[in-house]
């Protein structure tokens, strides 16, 4: 029962590692989407500028302004489909969750309390957490595996059946 303590208490750490990790990465993918845009948009307001130079009517003027006007609306379209803020604030709360979870059910280990209390708490915020990231389009569960190998035994009922005990 202590190493299914251990397993789970090292998966909480695992999943508040990864849910930061893909924080970090939304925060990257917003940040560089936001600074995209402003680049465009600031190459669209040289349209004037460009058109007394070239002309308005000049084919080289119509085709960059036209590209940077295409590329501006998929920048945009990209951070509203994929909204980088929200999910980045989002999966930084679930880190953050998942690392309290760790410490809560470390506390419980140094309080005295069985390993059975310890385990319900742990899966309880493993599924709470995992069902949360789920929502947010990350699959939690493909990355811890992938982490641990393809086959990770969490109990008796995963075991393929000639492997079960009795």
Known sequence: MATLVNERLQELRDLAWYLDNRSRWNIVGASLSKVVLVLLGSLSAAKAAADQLLGAASTGDIVLFAGVGVLS??????????????????LAQLAVEADSAWRRADTLLVQGSTASEVLDQQNSSLNEIKDRAAKLGINTVLNLHEKRGTREITGPSSLPSSDKPG
Request: aromatic content about 12%.
């Open 73 to 90: 609306a998929v920048v945009a379209g990209v951070m509203a489909a994929f909204q980088f803020d929200t999910r980045a604030s989002a």
